[in-house]
């Protein structure tokens, strides 16, 4: 039970923070949220040392479709400050 709300809370922390950094936000269940970004998007935060699955793998889905899993709260900031500065350019 403390697991499923850590995990929402730490979900809802993610989400209001990528609905102004993601292209546009899909849907997310249990612990990952579906979104779209640009190509390559994967692996410019590869390079910031944050690993974020491709779905372009996934039937009628192309390179600009990933999916994330939510983390612990440290985790989950090194995410949002690694988008934000591939945001920024």
């Not at 039970?1 to 979900?11: A, D, F, G, L, W």
């Not at 102004?20 to 935060?45: C, P, Q, R, T």
């Amino acid at each position: 039970e403390r697991t499923v709300e850590y995990i929402e809370n730490e979900k809802k922390y993610i989400l209001s923070h990528i609905s102004n950094l993601a292209y546009k936000v899909y849907g997310h269940s249990a612990n990952f949220i579906f979104f779209k970004e640009i190509e390559d998007f994967d692996k410019k935060m590869l390079e910031k040392g944050i690993l974020i699955r491709s779905c372009k793998n996934y039937y009628s889905l192309d390179g600009s479709f990933y999916r994330i899993a939510v983390k612990s709260r440290g985790c989950n900031e090194k995410l949002i400050q690694a988008w934000t500065e591939i945001k920024r350019g």
